[in-house]
């Protein structure tokens, strides 16, 4: 059964901006009447971090997590040529072209860490961070949602970190990524043995193939390599693989973190 491909709305009406830093994400309403967090390609580290978003809100929905729909967000080249702000009308016209959304869960507060988390959810959402190496999901930030009595999993654009310096893949999907020390639910996670033996009975080579298709070829012309868009998403695709295969690595780093 393959992966559902996210869809394509086109962006309407920028809202505000919902924080202050580098990525400037957005709220925004498209065309399907719909309010989105808008993630955009112009900012930061730009399509590589909409990539991680991508492959990282795959990968959570794959596990059952709580994400909030991913969508694909057409930015016309006249958007927000009448915004005031000129740092923010930079932005939107850097970001022409097809960017990311997640849908706005109106309403949701910020996961408070003092709440108790069912052991093994927590499990899963570390061994997800510690898989796709999410260095942002900390008690400073936790990048999770309370909604609809719920836990919700938001903002893994801070993955695969590899892909910013792009070199040695089979080396970076072995890496037992220490920063899973810092995770907001580690101290929670006391079934990591479980969460990994599920991920690999729900994880395999079509699903990956699957998302890593999704990557659209105008996320994948980069001015730092001369790969052609299926070489790229061939490394994405080996990566998740061989990460997969070597779970063990990442697994007992965070287990001797939490120890």
Do not use: C
Request: charged share 25%; no cysteine.
């Amino acid at each position: 059964m393959s992966t559902t491909i996210p869809r394509t709305v086109t962006v309407m009406r920028y809202i505000l901006p919902l924080r202050e830093g580098g990525s400037l994400p957005a709220l925004a309403e498209a065309d399907d009447d719909f309010k989105y967090v808008l993630k955009f390609r112009g900012a930061g580290h730009g399509v590589k971090m909409l990539i991680s978003e991508l492959l990282g809100g795959k990968i959570a929905e794959k596990l059952g997590l709580q994400i909030p729909e991913l969508v694909f967000a057409q930015l016309d080249v006249d958007f927000g040529r009448t915004e005031a702000d000129e740092e923010i009308q930079d932005l939107l016209k850097f970001s022409e072209g097809l960017n990311l959304g997640l849908h706005f869960l109106s309403g949701a507060i910020a996961y408070d860490s003092s709440i108790k988390t069912d052991p093994l959810l927590a499990s899963k959402i570390v061994w997800l961070d510690a898989f796709i190496t999410n260095i942002d999901r900390t008690f400073k930030n936790t990048n999770l949602l309370w909604w609809h009595k719920e836990l919700w999993v938001i903002d893994n654009g801070a993955s695969f970190y590899f892909h910013h310096s792009w070199q040695n893949f089979d080396t970076a999907a072995k890496t037992p990524f220490k920063y899973i020390k810092d995770h907001v639910l580690l101290a929670q996670a006391s079934e990591l043995d479980k969460a990994d033996a599920f991920a690999k009975t729900i994880l395999n080579e079509d699903f990956f193939r699957d998302i890593v298709n999704m990557i659209p070829d105008e996320w994948l012309q980069w001015r730092d390599t001369e790969e052609t868009p299926d070489e790229i998403r061939q490394i994405y695709f080996n990566f998740l693989n061989t990460r997969l295969a070597h779970s063990e690595i990442f697994l007992n780093e965070a287990k001797n973190a939490r120890g």
